[in-house]
């Protein structure tokens, strides 16, 4: 809390008098959420999101109106096992305890892992450097995996899967994987990291990128596992991402495999 000093003229006299403005600080929050029961991280008129009930639980316990602006917004049913949001409100005097309330309040499909004050123009969205996903897929049934994984009940041509991901890392425009008519002003996006690897009875795409379109991984996943089936030849992966068309490419995968696992940003943006 801030106190000024200042005067005031009452019937020609001067009288000092102590006023207190109360200074907001900017938070990260990090948090994490399974979303199935959620149709998106986005606030929306008529469904139940992820943005909503974190902003109920923020705004009932510090007694304040809390908007959060996130670092990304994942789709219905995707899930996330770290995601950033800011929020300003005045100064936390214990953000451990403020994490604790919030986790008793919250429900169990949401879990907040900090809170931290930030400088006042940092941005969870436009300063994140890069965002990592993750799309797991099971190839024998295993009700274990029922809700978190995609079943493929057929071989896959590991390798090729392998080979075709590697390709991204050679291209930046991906309209190709993009949800159609997406309201972005660019396609372009700088993919730095993209594999398989096979964990036993699991399956794990992962990839990295400074920014994502609109269903690009579901997107890419799908296009991936059909070159895996044998539909599509790793040569095909070029011809799809060049042609900058969304029909060209496969199906996309369903939201219950997708995780965003990752978003970095830089290391001074802490108070």
């Known amino acids: 809390m801030l106190k000024n000093k200042g005067k005031i003229q009452r019937g020609g006299l001067y009288g ?11 938070y990260f929050l990090e948090l994490a959420y399974q979303g199935g029961a959620y149709h998106g991280w986005q606030r929306q008129p008529n469904a139940i999101t992820v943005q909503e009930v974190l902003e109920r639980a923020l705004s009932t316990l510090l007694r304040i109106n ?3 602006v996130g670092a990304g917004r994942t789709d219905a049913g995707v899930h996330a096992k770290q995601l950033f949001v800011h929020f300003e409100t005045p100064t936390i005097e214990a953000t451990d305890h403020l994490v604790h309330r919030l986790n008793a309040f919250l429900p169990q499909d949401i879990a907040v892992t900090q809170i931290a004050p930030v400088h006042a123009n940092v941005h969870a969205r436009f300063d994140a450097v890069s965002r990592t996903y993750e799309y797991l897929v099971v190839t024998t049934k295993n009700p274990f995996y029922k809700d978190s994984a995609h079943l493929v009940p057929l071989p896959l041509d590991i390798p090729q899967m392998t080979t075709a991901a590697s390709l991204l890392m050679d291209y930046q425009d991906f309209k190709c994987f993009s949800k159609a008519h997406s309201d972005v002003k660019t396609y372009l996006c700088d993919i730095t990291h993209a594999e398989w690897t096979n964990t036993g009875d699991l399956l794990r795409f992962t990839i990295t990128a400074d920014r994502f379109l609109r269903n690009m991984v579901r997107a890419i996943v799908g296009t991936l596992l059909e070159i895996g089936l044998g539909k599509r030849s790793v040569a095909e992966m070029k011809s799809i991402i060049e042609s900058r068309d969304r029909s060209r490419a496969g199906v996309s995968v369903p939201a219950k495999g997708l995780y965003l696992t990752r978003v970095t940003y830089p290391d001074n943006i802490y108070l």
């Open 66 to 68: 809390i908007t959060v």
């Open 16 to 26: 000092t008098f102590t006023f207190c403005k109360i200074l907001s600080l900017r």
